[in-house]
């Protein structure tokens, strides 16, 4: 049997105004999203995208084609919502998350992605990225033309290449995991890895329940300066005893995270 123990926290952080981030924990979806676009356009298209997502969480099963259905409907309002606002604000989102999905193959996670926010997971005590940021920066990391140290003080490092809001549709990428009892996925904007490196990220994520680590990680990114929104969520994969991969005929979570934004 799979399930999730999940906790989030977020923060407007120390010099915004207004906190344009948006989160999702539901059973089996958990999401961040970071909106962008003047006049209080980001905040709202970070909760649309969150909504349509949501929309998509409440099936059970849930499979990698409703994801992308959710995604591709986010996008939709956004566009929709921009043309109504006259579209003068580059309105749009990040969207990144971590779904439990039926496959042909069996139960799988699926990591998604679409900009600049980033999924992580610890496993055996090592903190990897997941996801590629869409971003200039990482284009130019690519290219050999700077370091990932020197992307992260790359004074174009915020100008992102995919988001949701745009046409076409920009395509999500994906990865399958498979769910395995202990590891950890950290989801989060770039104000909390923005003033955290990896090495600092990593005690943190391990220190107490998942609640406890996204408290703890929030905290720590404002206190280095909070110079951004702040959104993190933690999500601890959990199986019964003696049960090391994951159960393929079971797919009901044992642990139902608190509530949403
Ligand atoms: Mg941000």
Same mark, same amino acid.
């Given at each position: 049997?799979?399930?999730?123990?999940? =906790?989030?926290?977020? $923060?407007?952080?120390?010099?915004?105004?207004?906190? @344009?981030? *948006? &989160?999702?924990?539901?059973?089996? !979806?958990?999401?961040?999203?970071? /909106?962008?676009? =003047?006049?209080? *356009?980001?905040?709202?298209? *970070?909760?649309?995208?969150?909504?349509?997502?949501?929309?998509?969480?409440?099936?059970?099963?849930?499979?990698?084609?409703?994801?992308?259905? /959710?995604? &591709?409907?986010?996008?939709?309002?956004?566009?929709?919502?921009?043309?109504?606002?006259?579209?003068?604000? /580059?309105? /749009?989102?990040?969207?990144?998350?971590?779904?439990?999905?039926?496959?042909?193959?069996?139960?799988?996670?699926?990591?998604?992605?679409?900009?600049?926010?980033?999924?992580?997971? +610890?496993?055996?005590?090592? !903190?990897?990225?997941?996801?590629? #940021?869409?971003?200039?920066?990482?284009? !130019?990391?690519?290219?050999?033309? +700077?370091?990932?140290? @020197?992307?992260?003080? &790359?004074?174009?490092?915020?100008?992102?290449?995919?988001?949701?809001?745009?046409?076409?549709?920009?395509?999500?990428?994906?990865?399958?995991?498979?769910?395995?009892?202990?590891?950890? &996925? +950290?989801?989060?904007?770039?104000?909390?890895?923005?003033?955290?490196?990896?090495?600092?990220?990593?005690?943190?994520?391990?220190?107490?329940?998942?609640?406890?680590?996204?408290? $703890?990680?929030?905290?720590?990114?404002? #206190?280095?300066? =909070?110079?951004?929104?702040?959104?993190?969520?933690?999500?601890?994969? #959990?199986?019964? @005893?003696?049960? #090391?991969?994951?159960? @393929?005929?079971?797919?009901?979570?044992?642990?139902?995270?608190?509530?949403?934004?």
């Amino acid at each position: 049997m799979t399930g999730f123990c999940a =906790g989030a926290a977020t $923060t407007v952080g120390r010099v915004r105004r207004v906190n @344009e981030d *948006s &989160y999702l924990i539901s059973p089996l !979806l958990y999401a961040v999203a970071d /909106g962008m676009g =003047g006049h209080g *356009s980001g905040d709202v298209a *970070s909760a649309l995208a969150i909504g349509a997502l949501q929309d998509r969480a409440r099936l059970h099963p849930l499979s990698a084609d409703a994801v992308f259905a /959710g995604l &591709y409907q986010a996008n939709r309002v956004i566009v929709q919502a921009a043309a109504q606002r006259g579209n003068a604000d /580059g309105m /749009g989102t990040t969207i990144t998350g971590l779904a439990l999905i039926e496959t042909s193959g069996g139960i799988h996670l699926m990591v998604f992605n679409i900009g600049d926010s980033r999924v992580y997971r +610890l496993a055996d005590g090592r !903190l990897d990225q997941i996801t590629v #940021d869409h971003s200039e920066a990482q284009e !130019l990391v690519v290219a050999g033309q +700077l370091t990932r140290a @020197e992307a992260r003080t &790359y004074p174009r490092r915020n100008i992102i290449t995919r988001a949701l809001g745009s046409a076409p549709p920009p395509a999500p990428d994906h990865w399958l995991l498979p769910a395995i009892a202990g590891d950890r &996925y +950290l989801l989060c904007s770039d104000g909390l890895f923005s003033e955290l490196t990896d090495d600092q990220i990593l005690p943190l994520l391990t220190a107490g329940d998942p609640q406890h680590a996204a408290d $703890t990680l929030v905290a720590a990114a404002n #206190d280095a300066g =909070g110079r951004d929104n702040i959104t993190v969520i933690v999500v601890a994969v #959990d199986q019964d @005893e003696g049960d #090391d991969r994951a159960a @393929e005929d079971d797919t009901i979570p044992r642990d139902l995270p608190p509530g949403g934004p």
